[in-house]
C-alpha cells in the first residue's frame, strides 16, 4: 500500500511541471533555464500568478516595496524570539500578520514581508538592530541591504535573483501540498503560508543545503578529492549534493544555480571556491558511476545552492528561510489556482487497527 501519495495525482496545475525521467522542469510555460537566469523575481511571481509576464512590471514592484514595512508589533514579538534563541523558521512564522480578508493583498503583503522578517530576525538574533527596507531596491537587492546595511553588487543581485527563479515552484512537494488544502477549506492566504513554513521546516522536506558545501571545504583541494570521496562511499555513506528522489538525470535547477554561481564568482575576480567545487563535482560523478553503476546519480540543486548562497555572504542557517522568500510566491500561487477550484481536498483512508469482536 502506498502510504505517501506518492504517484497520486492530487491536483491540476498550470504553475510548475518537473519531469525526472527527462531532467525537465517548467514554470508556467518556460523552461527554468530560460526563465531563471534573466527574470527579475517580480517579474516571476507576476507571472505564475497571473500566467503571464506583466506589461508594467515597475509598477509591481512598486506596490510591493510599499508593504515591507513591519508593523512595530512584529517587531516586539521578532526581537522576544531572538532573546529567547528561536529557531529561525519558527519566527518566520511568528511574523505573519492576520488575513485582511482578500486574497490579492494578503498574498502581496505576505511577499513582500517575508525577507524584511528573516532579514530582521536574523539581526536582532545577532544582537544588531533590524535596518529599514529600501523601497527603491528590488525584492532581492532589499533583502541582501536589510541584512548588511551595504547597498550589494549588480552581480550579487543577479546571483540572488536567479537563485529565487530556480525555487520558487516545483510540483506538488510537501510545503505546497499543505498550502493548498488549507485553501481548500475556505481558509485565508495567511495560514495557507503558515502551515506550509511549518511543512518546510522539517528536515525531510526543508533540510539545508549547507552539507554539500562542508563537504567540499572539508577536501579543500581537488588534489584531495577522490581519496576522501573514494573513502565516504566504501563506508556507504552519502554524498551530499548528489542524486535527488525526483530527478532520475541531473537537476535541471543545478544547471541554472551552476551559470548562476560561475557568473557571480567570476565578478567578483574570485573564482577558487567555484574551481574547487566544480573540480570537486567532477571527481564525485566519475567515483558515483563507478561505485554506483546504473543509478545515474548526477549533482543535485543542494550542491550549487550552497555554493551560491555562500558566496552572497548568507550563513547556512539562512539557506531555508532564503529559500522560503522564494516558495512563498509558488505556496500563494497555488493558493490562487485551488481557490478557483473551490473543492475541498478530501483524501480517504484505510483502517488497519483493531475491530471490535463479533457478538
Not at 518537473?18 to 516571476?44: H, K, M, N, P
Not at 518566520?92 to 493583498?105: I, K, Q
Not at 506550509?196 to 522539517?202: E, F, N, P, S
Request: glycine residues 8%; proline residues 5%.
Amino acid at each position: 500500500m502506498n502510504t505517501a501519495l506518492e504517484g497520486i495525482v492530487a491536483a491540476e496545475t498550470s504553475l510548475s511541471m518537473v519531469d525526472g525521467t527527462r531532467g525537465e522542469l517548467v514554470i508556467a510555460g518556460y523552461r527554468i533555464d530560460d526563465l531563471a537566469l534573466s527574470a527579475t523575481f517580480e517579474q516571476t511571481i507576476w507571472l505564475l500568478w497571473n500566467g503571464a509576464f506583466p506589461k508594467d512590471v515597475e509598477s509591481f514592484r512598486r506596490d510591493l516595496a510599499a508593504r515591507r514595512i513591519l508593523q512595530p508589533a512584529t517587531v516586539d514579538r521578532l526581537t522576544a524570539a531572538a532573546k529567547s534563541k528561536t529557531d529561525t523558521m519558527d519566527a518566520l512564522r511568528m511574523g505573519l500578520v492576520g488575513s485582511s480578508g482578500n486574497d490579492d493583498e494578503d498574498a502581496r503583503n505576505v511577499v513582500a514581508t517575508f525577507p524584511c522578517i528573516v532579514a530582521a530576525y536574523w539581526r536582532l538574533l545577532n544582537g544588531q538592530d533590524p535596518i529599514a527596507p529600501r523601497a527603491d531596491l528590488s525584492h532581492s537587492a532589499n533583502f541582501l541591504f536589510m541584512l548588511t546595511g551595504k547597498t550589494p553588487s549588480d552581480a550579487h543581485v543577479r546571483g540572488l535573483e536567479t537563485y529565487l527563479n530556480t525555487v520558487v515552484d516545483h510540483g506538488l512537494n510537501a510545503s505546497t501540498f499543505t498550502a493548498r488544502v488549507i485553501v481548500s477549506t475556505g481558509s485565508d492566504f495567511v495560514s495557507a503560508v503558515a502551515g506550509a513554513v511549518g511543512a518546510l521546516k522539517g528536515p525531510l522536506h526543508g533540510g539545508a543545503p549547507g552539507p554539500a558545501l562542508d563537504m567540499v571545504f572539508e577536501i579543500g583541494d581537488v588534489e584531495r578529492a577522490e581519496p576522501y570521496l573514494r573513502s565516504k562511499l566504501a563506508r556507504g555513506e552519502k554524498l551530499m549534493g548528489f542524486g535527488h528522489r525526483v530527478y532520475k538525470v541531473r537537476d535541471p535547477r543545478a544547471d541554472v544555480l551552476s551559470v548562476a554561481a560561475e557568473r557571480m564568482f567570476k565578478e567578483s575576480s574570485d573564482t577558487k571556491l567555484y574551481d574547487l567545487a566544480r573540480g570537486v563535482e567532477a571527481v564525485a560523478l566519475r567515483l558515483l558511476e563507478e561505485y554506483k553503476p546504473g543509478r545515474n546519480l548526477q549533482t543535485n540543486v543542494e550542491f550549487y545552492t550552497a555554493l551560491l548562497l555562500h558566496g552572497l555572504g548568507l550563513p547556512t542557517p539562512l539557506f531555508t528561510p532564503t529559500f522560503a522568500i522564494s516558495r512563498v510566491a509558488g505556496w500563494l500561487a497555488h493558493g490562487f489556482e485551488q481557490r478557483r477550484v473551490n473543492r475541498i481536498i478530501r483524501p480517504q483512508s484505510v483502517y488497519i487497527g483493531p475491530r471490535p469482536s463479533a457478538g
